[in-house]
Nanobody, 123 residues
Framework: QVQLVESGGGLVQAGGSRRLSCAAS????????MAWFRQSPGKEREFVAG????????YYADSVKGRFTITKDNAKTTVYLQMNGLIHEDPAVYYC????????????????WGQGTQVTVSS
C-alpha cells in the first residue's frame, strides 16, 4: 500500500522560504507521477507542481513558476517542494499526491494522498 507522509510546514514570513518533504513508501515509484497540491479555506484543492519520477520532468502552476521548485531524491524516495518568495496567496494546506503514469492536474487523477501540512505566511 502506497503511503505518503508530508512534513516541513509551518509559519514563514512573507518573502521567506520553506521546504516541504513528502516521504513515499509501499510502492515502486519509477512509473509514478508525484505532485503537490494545496488547498486554502473556501477554495478547491489546486495543482501546484509535479514531477515524473522516472524521467524527472517537472511541471508548475503559473502562480508558482519561478518561485517554487519540485525535486526528488531517488535513494530516499522523497519528493521536495522548495518554496521561495512566499506571498499572501500561498498559505494553505499542502498535500503530496501520487498517480501511476503521466501528469495529472486534477485531484481525481490521483490515487494516493498524504495527510497534508499547513503553511502559514505572516506579513
Amino acid at each position: 500500500q502506497v503511503q505518503l507522509v508530508e512534513s516541513g510546514g509551518g509559519l514563514v514570513q512573507a518573502g521567506g522560504s520553506r521546504r516541504l518533504s513528502c516521504a513515499a513508501s509501499g510502492g515502486t515509484f519509477r512509473s509514478y507521477f508525484m505532485a503537490w497540491f494545496r488547498q486554502s479555506p473556501g477554495k478547491e484543492r489546486e495543482f501546484v507542481a509535479g514531477i515524473m519520477w522516472g524521467g524527472g520532468g517537472t511541471y508548475y502552476a503559473d502562480s508558482v513558476k519561478g518561485r517554487f521548485t519540485i525535486t526528488k531524491d531517488n535513494a530516499k524516495t522523497t519528493v521536495y517542494l522548495q518554496m521561495n518568495g512566499l506571498i499572501h496567496e500561498d498559505p494553505a494546506v499542502y498535500y503530496c499526491a501520487a498517480k501511476y503514469g503521466t501528469i495529472g492536474s486534477t485531484t481525481g487523477d490521483y490515487s494516493y494522498w498524504g495527510q497534508g501540512t499547513q503553511v502559514t505566511v505572516s506579513s
